[in-house]
């Protein structure tokens, strides 16, 4: 018999073409620093440089390879640049790399317990440990922290915003088992994420059901002004249900005063969430615990170790105090996923604990990216990025033309040159247009502000002090 | 300067350590069948092997990889294994693997077209190569089919039950754009898949607004009794506005008539759905196009490469007809994440598209794919499939002990013992228990019933055989 068309790709040629990636990765990695952080590319160019039909037939995968060097690469803004300064980071490290392949190469399934057992019990325990790295609330751990059957625990989700999601979802459905949604109200700064708005819409609520705190000066929500909210609320008849405060808004790292938002949350019966999408990494070093003031006093929370953890995306680790209103909210069982051990009520299914069912095998990467670095590596990695980040402070600091916008409390500055608007805008353009670094912007005080997060794994010492002397460059 | 504890790891330990990785999946892959499919391991095992603490210091790759084998392995469901015919199947390929592991090492965030262009710029082109190669409506391409500005297009989630829930909320967004949720009504049948339910009660609905359509003998949804339900809650002044089908049901491969409900839906203007999670696939089989049927008159289609076209988990491929409720459901902007591409309306910015804002770039997977198996090879495998799914049936049919349960139009067959559900409760769990194969189970008019599903990527006629030889000598 002839062979058919589209062989499957042998162990061997797996082997051979594997190490060809990892080689193209490695010499990546090398290089880097040499691409422009920010891709040059105009809208469309990629695409016109590929064919606009499948192929037919088999193409060799130099071609792939090819292509990707020819046309891929030069439309990749490097998230992965020890200059990228952007955004929030999404850093990565080679354990975290090797991690995810491991995953992708078992191709296993962890909806269920009993679909592949190490899929579910690895994540609960990696998520276990990711409390005591951090000195989360013991209540987090599966076990509750003394090896019992606690009634909290932590799931990996694709992000913050689903991780929220599944928050406002379990906060709906305490509050309102019924599925009565009138009335209900929820709470979150004016300096928020976005995904608090988005994920409110989802859940079925109006635009007007979600007020928007107003903030200090610090750009950090001002409890009393939330208390006043669901105060005016519970009078007119409406029904508050849900509060997310943020440790380190997107837009200045703001932190919000968990404890005194908690007071207003239980004087109220509010699900408290707590949105650390980035800043929550911080905590892996003891004199920076701060971010983690009142989470013992939480429903939930969540952070993304594909932030600040040098684990790749995604990896959002959500935690819940009591899984029941979690699970309450998400819980369908058809017939064909019954199975012994989830009857037996021995297991976790973690398909409940999320908006997919499908999920792969996402704990390996984390594991790995913990053991190879240790607590003791995650610290001084995660440490090293805050000295920067205040050195960088400094310089800005003692130049006359700019000014630190907002506080500083881990590794974002916002900061902008005092000419205006239209002068930091410059800036931002000549900046990014270099290549040479990657900024992003926000407005704060309704001036535009630029923005620089030091978070990506390679960032040194050399590149902050090449990025500082650019912008003041451009001043 | 002394070292610091943790070191990041170097290309050239990344190469090292990534070549050890990728024999590792190599031996895997060789010696798969060797491992008992279904992991026998009991809750706990692989938990109580393992520290309960994270490590203080950094730990050596060796360890972990000896672990990965010592503990993790054994506790593994191997989906990759030939004689996985359980659930659905995750099949996977190499180039899919590899095309994950260049995702994971670029390690670009692909949330608006902006923070690296050619992660959506090759997503919009492969999703409409997708629409070629499954001879979709040409509708679905972002081009309309005819290189201008369409207004359907396609984007990349994490799974069909996502999917479903963005179809839902554009839907939504369609009936009531005002937010009033009341008295809105949405349509699946008997047989559905639990995501259906799941993402109705997301969105914010009670449970009572989703009815679950009666079956005919096929098991495909009645449109009489849907256009009867339709109609029943429009004169007691409910608002009908959302049908899911499913081409495909988890429980027996059922397929809803489209075109019949697509009546229905035009009639009464609700947001028609197709669901074919796994089904979608056949499509790449031109005498399996039967599964297209009607899909030129519904709003939105998903279907999972990850199932049965070789593309690791997670790659759903989403299609809406008008991209305008779905963005209009799901678009927030924040000052952070505005840029001049967007704001020109020159491109796609695919957070609009989904839940989440971050994403990974998935479009390399399906891309490499594709082209390593050619449109020729996708074809010859799926087709492939099928050919061996017909031969078991006929070997069922030919035994008197058993009875086929369901129609089998592609590679899932329902069948049971005749000696009713104690008997094929036996047989299942001594397969299972044999680690020669893994099956599972659902309810057909109230009987158990086994189900083997053909659509792992190495699965041939030897693992079919074997697999019906040791159902049968159970019996």
Redesign the interface.
């Given at each position: 018999m002839s062979e058919?068309?589209?062989?499957?790709?042998?162990?061997?040629?797996?082997?051979r073409?594997?190490?060809e990636?990892?080689?193209?990765?490695?010499?990546?990695?090398?290089e880097v620093e040499r691409y422009p952080v920010l891709?040059p590319?105009a809208?469309?160019?990629?695409?016109a440089q590929?064919p606009?039909?499948?192929?037919?037939?088999?193409?060799p995968?130099d071609?792939?390879m090819a292509d990707?060097e020819r046309?891929?690469?030069?439309?990749?803004?490097?998230?992965?640049s020890p200059n990228f300064f952007a955004?929030f980071p999404?850093?990565?490290?080679?354990?975290?790399?090797?991690g995810?392949?491991?995953s992708?190469?078992?191709?296993?399934?962890g909806m269920l317990?009993?679909?592949?057992?190490?899929?579910t019990?690895?994540e609960?325990?990696v998520l276990?440990?990711?409390v005591?790295?951090l000195g989360l609330p013991a209540g987090f751990r599966s076990d509750g922290g003394d090896g019992g059957d606690g009634a909290g625990g932590g799931v990996i989700q694709?992000?913050a915003?689903?991780a929220t999601?599944c928050a406002v979802?379990a906060a709906?459905h305490r509050a309102a088992p019924?599925?009565?949604?009138g009335g209900l109200v929820a709470y979150t700064s004016t300096q928020a994420?976005?995904?608090v708005?988005?994920d409110v819409?989802?859940?079925?609520?109006?635009?007007?059901a979600l007020r928007t705190v107003e903030v200090d000066d610090t750009f950090a929500m001002r409890p009393e002004a939330l208390a006043a909210a669901v105060e005016a609320d519970r009078a007119a008849g409406r029904r508050p249900f849900f509060v997310c405060a943020t440790v380190g808004t997107?837009?200045s790292t703001a932190i919000d005063p968990v404890p005194a938002i908690a007071d207003v949350c239980e004087r109220h019966g509010l699900w408290l969430h707590v949105d650390a999408a980035m800043a929550g990494s911080a905590a892996v070093v003891p004199e920076l615990r701060f971010v983690n003031d009142g989470l013992d006093r939480v429903d939930s929370y969540c952070f993304d170790p594909?932030k600040w953890l040098?684990t790749?995306?995604?990896c959002d680790c959500f935690y819940v105090a009591d899984r029941s209103a979690l699970i309450g909210?998400?819980s369908?069982?058809?017939?064909?996923?019954r199975n012994a051990?989830s009857e037996a009520g021995?297991?976790v299914d973690y398909r409940d604990w999320h908006?997919?069912?499908?999920r792969?095998f996402r704990a390996?990467k984390l594991?790995?990216v913990?053991?190879?670095?240790?607590?003791?590596?995650?610290r001084?990695?995660v440490r090293?990025h805050v000295e920067l980040t205040r050195e960088l402070v400094g310089w800005i600091e003692a130049d006359d033309r700019f000014e630190v916008a907002a506080p500083v409390p881990l590794n974002l500055v916002c900061f902008r040159h005092v000419g205006g608007d239209d002068a930091n805008q410059r800036i931002l353009d000549a900046c990014n247009a270099s290549g040479a670094l990657h900024l992003?912007?926000?407005?704060l005080d309704d001036r535009l502000t630029l923005?620089l997060c030091v978070g990506q794994?390679?960032t040194e010492r050399r590149h902050v002090e090449a990025a500082w002397a650019r912008i003041a460059a451009r001043a």
């Amino acid at each position: 018999m002839s062979e058919p068309p589209g062989f499957h790709m042998s162990p061997d040629e797996f082997r051979r073409r594997g190490y060809e990636v990892v080689d193209w990765l490695a010499r990546y990695y090398e290089e880097v620093e040499r691409y422009p952080v920010l891709s040059p590319v105009a809208p469309g160019d990629v695409r016109a440089q590929l064919p606009d039909s499948p192929p037919e037939h088999p193409e060799p995968f130099d071609d792939v390879m090819a292509d990707l060097e020819r046309v891929i690469l030069p439309g990749v803004t490097h998230w992965q640049s020890p200059n990228f300064f952007a955004y929030f980071p999404a850093n990565s490290s080679g354990p975290s790399v090797l991690g995810d392949l491991l995953s992708s190469g078992l191709g296993v399934q962890g909806m269920l317990w009993a679909t592949s057992p190490a899929c579910t019990e690895l994540e609960t325990l990696v998520l276990d440990w990711v409390v005591d790295l951090l000195g989360l609330p013991a209540g987090f751990r599966s076990d509750g922290g003394d090896g019992g059957d606690g009634a909290g625990g932590g799931v990996i989700q694709d992000s913050a915003s689903s991780a929220t999601l599944c928050a406002v979802l379990a906060a709906r459905h305490r509050a309102a088992p019924d599925g009565d949604l009138g009335g209900l109200v929820a709470y979150t700064s004016t300096q928020a994420h976005s995904s608090v708005e988005k994920d409110v819409r989802i859940a079925g609520l109006p635009a007007s059901a979600l007020r928007t705190v107003e903030v200090d000066d610090t750009f950090a929500m001002r409890p009393e002004a939330l208390a006043a909210a669901v105060e005016a609320d519970r009078a007119a008849g409406r029904r508050p249900f849900f509060v997310c405060a943020t440790v380190g808004t997107t837009s200045s790292t703001a932190i919000d005063p968990v404890p005194a938002i908690a007071d207003v949350c239980e004087r109220h019966g509010l699900w408290l969430h707590v949105d650390a999408a980035m800043a929550g990494s911080a905590a892996v070093v003891p004199e920076l615990r701060f971010v983690n003031d009142g989470l013992d006093r939480v429903d939930s929370y969540c952070f993304d170790p594909h932030k600040w953890l040098f684990t790749n995306f995604d990896c959002d680790c959500f935690y819940v105090a009591d899984r029941s209103a979690l699970i309450g909210a998400l819980s369908v069982l058809p017939e064909y996923l019954r199975n012994a051990a989830s009857e037996a009520g021995a297991v976790v299914d973690y398909r409940d604990w999320h908006v997919p069912l499908g999920r792969r095998f996402r704990a390996l990467k984390l594991w790995l990216v913990i053991r190879h670095y240790g607590a003791e590596g995650l610290r001084h990695h995660v440490r090293r990025h805050v000295e920067l980040t205040r050195e960088l402070v400094g310089w800005i600091e003692a130049d006359d033309r700019f000014e630190v916008a907002a506080p500083v409390p881990l590794n974002l500055v916002c900061f902008r040159h005092v000419g205006g608007d239209d002068a930091n805008q410059r800036i931002l353009d000549a900046c990014n247009a270099s290549g040479a670094l990657h900024l992003t912007h926000t407005r704060l005080d309704d001036r535009l502000t630029l923005r620089l997060c030091v978070g990506q794994t390679h960032t040194e010492r050399r590149h902050v002090e090449a990025a500082w002397a650019r912008i003041a460059a451009r001043a």
